[in-house]
Structures are given as structure tokens and as C-alpha cells.
């Protein structure tokens, strides 16, 4: 059957993973889609782009907002509101595109409350820690400090894969970006609720 909205895929796992690489691999055979990216109030930088890098809004405005529960999730760091607004998801949806986020654990606890009927999860690791840590340090764009958090929010991470739909252990590049694309173009078929009613309601119409 047909549906009358399109469908979300969360991506999730360690920075180091290999995410982004896998996206852009991809990109061309999963049809059209909408990259998920965060709002924030802090000031633009040089070289960003609103609705590219970040939606850039008041202060003001991230508030209003939150009162009218339109977002995912949100967060204040250093001063600044950064969060995943549903505006700019719900439109995506009404286009029929696949939503992509790449989303750490408890953003997809999140999704999965608000929307979890059309959502599909994939968490994506290295095939092992001490990889993780190689990749982190030959990619040389952290300090020791920075790999050290991010090995261990990774440990904390790993524990919580038993909450996603499939896991794709990204050892071979070529491999792990063959099977992420099934799992996209299959996550078009997902049936909201609404849509499931809709259509047992025409079928049982004698």
C-alpha cells in the first residue's frame, strides 16, 4: 500500500563509527531524504550556513517552542539552546522523504516515543573498542583528553544496542554501506498508525 507520509531512520553509535562515511556512500541509491540538523540560539559562525550547519533562531524563539512541545529534545550548553525541532521533520514527513538522524541514545529514546511507528534504528560500531580508539587517534583532529570522553561515553553507548532495530558492525566500508541501504530503502515500507487505521477502515467498507 501506499503511505501518505514519509519515514525516519536513526543512526546511532560512537563517534569514529564511520557514520557520515556510510551516509555519503549511500546518499545516491535511497531515494530523496532530509538530513536531520539541530537548532541552536548560539551566534553563527563564520562559514555556516543557516539550514545547513545548524537552524540558527532567538532565543525567543527556541522558547516558544518549547512551550508548544516542538521538540524531539533539547538541551542548554554553555549558555546556548541547541535541540531537534519537529518543524522542520513534520514538513520532511508531509514531502514524503526519508528523515535521517544521526542521533546519540537518548535522542533516539526520543524519536522512538514521538514517532516510533515510522521509525527504524541502526546502531553502528567499529567491530571492536581498541578499533574505535585507533580510528579516533589516526584521524588526529582531537586531543588525548577528547578521545579518552569519547571512549568512554562509547562503553556507556554500547551497552544500549539491545534498543535498536539492526546492528552493523562497520569493519568493511563497502560491506557495512551495502547492508545500511537495504535497511534505509526498507524503512520506506513502515505503516504509521494512522495510515493502518485508514486503510482497515476503506477494507472493512462492504
Known sequence: MNTNSGAILVLSGPSGAG???LINKISDDIGDFYFSISTTTRPIRDGEVNGIHYYFVSE????KDIEDNLFLEYAV???NYYGTSLKPVRKALREKKLIIFDIDVQGNTAIKNRLGDITTSVFITPPSLSELQKRLENRSTDEQEVIDARLKMAKREIQRISEYDFLIINDEINEASRTLKKIANASRLKISHDDIN?????????
Not at 60 to 63: A, D, I, P, R, V
Open 60 to 63: 525567543e524563539e527556541f522558547k
Open 77 to 79: 550548553v554553555h549558555g
Open 19 to 21: 557514520k557520515s562515511s
Open 198 to 206: 485508514i486503510f482497515v477502515n476503506k477494507w472493512e467498507d462492504l
